[in-house]
């Protein structure tokens, strides 16, 4: 699906459609645009889309081969970011990772969503209730305003993991946990490594605003980017380091409850081995198959080999009890 957004300086106009050239027939040049491709994988249509906006060729490849995380250095034609986006999903309470790239021009931008972002499309309404004034600012301010809803978007995601740890962490102190207790927590921690590449891919597009040549960020919204955002990057930052302590701390502790839990199974087997230890003894003694075996003749032999054995079992039982092995 395409979705264009023409900024107009009194309306937002949005357009809606399947079809490539119909949206690119639209796209007006004399005014600052917005181009959202959602679950759109059409390879030629992405081509037509990237040599409209007189982009190089290679951004096809570097769309559809999955470029690594970060803002392209490469930054002539335009700027080119790949981000990786960790959300939260209400329904199942999980996690997903959203991937996709965001290229901005002079006055485009273009959103190449794989799934489709929600922080995008919540930020697509609200521009509808509100006059921005995006030929005052320039097309760079709307994506600082992308990059502000994908920060505060953390916020939910960091509140959704806390909350999740909390009952985790109850599970694992108490020692009511099991093996898939560990794997929930592996699996949450392993999730929430696309956090990091996002704050770093953040952080490098600030180092690279401070370069003077960068043509695509404004002066005025480089400095909103340094008066908001560095150091709302910063607190971020700081709280997703202190979950990925917490998941190791209870990482680690729930390894040693199911170790401690495994050594208790193998000590009960090994006192119940022990206590049978002397009674194998005795039938493997009297198994033995000789010719003068008195006790073999003997009319009361058998009751007490029995009685022996009973006596030896109630009385390790005892012992281990006295001594709390069990």
């Known amino acids: 699906m395409l979705i264009l957004l023409t900024f107009y300086p009194d309306n937002l106009e949005i357009f809606t459609s399947t079809d490539v050239d119909t949206v690119l027939n639209k796209i007006d040049g004399s005014h600052n645009t917005w181009l959202r491709c959602i ?5 030629t249509g992405t ?13 096809v490849n570097m769309i559809f081969n999955h470029s690594p995380v970060g803002i392209d250095e490469d930054v002539e034609d335009c700027l080119f970011d790949s981000y990786e986006i960790l959300t939260p999903q209400i329904k199942n309470h999980e996690f997903e990772v959203a991937r996709g790239n965001i290229v901005i021009g002079n006055n485009f931008i273009i959103t190449f969503e794989i799934n489709e972002l929600k922080v995008l499309s ?6 509808q ?17 992308i990059i502000k809803d994908i920060l505060n978007n953390y916020h939910t995601v960091f509140d959704c993991i806390s909350r999740k740890l909390d009952d985790l962490e109850d599970e694992v102190l108490d020692n009511s946990g099991d093996e898939s207790t560990y794997k929930k927590i592996a699996t949450m921690r392993q999730s929430t490594r696309s956090g990091r590449r996002n704050f770093q891919s953040i952080k490098l597009l600030m180092a690279i605003m401070d370069h003077e040549d960068c043509q695509w960020i404004s002066q005025p919204v480089k400095e909103l980017f340094n008066q908001e955002l560095v150091h709302h990057v910063d607190k971020l930052w700081q709280e997703y380091q202190a ?4 998941m190791s701390e209870l ?4 390894r040693d409850n199911i170790a401690s839990k495994t050594g208790e199974r193998i000590n009960r087997l090994t006192i119940l081995s022990t206590v049978f230890l002397p009674i194998t003894f005795l039938s493997g003694f009297y198994g ?21 054995m009973a006596l030896i079992v109630i ?7 006295k001594q709390r092995w069990l």
Do not use: T
């Open 39 to 43: 679950h759109f994988r059409d390879r």
């Open 47 to 59: 081509a037509k889309i990237i040599k409209h906006f007189e982009l190089n060729p290679s951004r």
């Open 122 to 127: 919540i930020l697509s309404n609200n521009l």
């Open 129 to 145: 209730k509100r006059n921005l004034d995006i030929k005052k600012w320039g097309i760079d301010y709307l994506y600082y305003l």
């Open 243 to 246: 979950l990925r302590v917490w």
């Open 251 to 254: 990482m680690e502790i729930q």
């Open 288 to 308: 033995m198959n000789f010719k003068y075996m008195p006790e073999l003749e003997q009319p009361w032999a058998y009751p007490v080999v029995i009685c022996m």
């Open 315 to 321: 009385a390790s039982i005892v012992y281990v009890k």
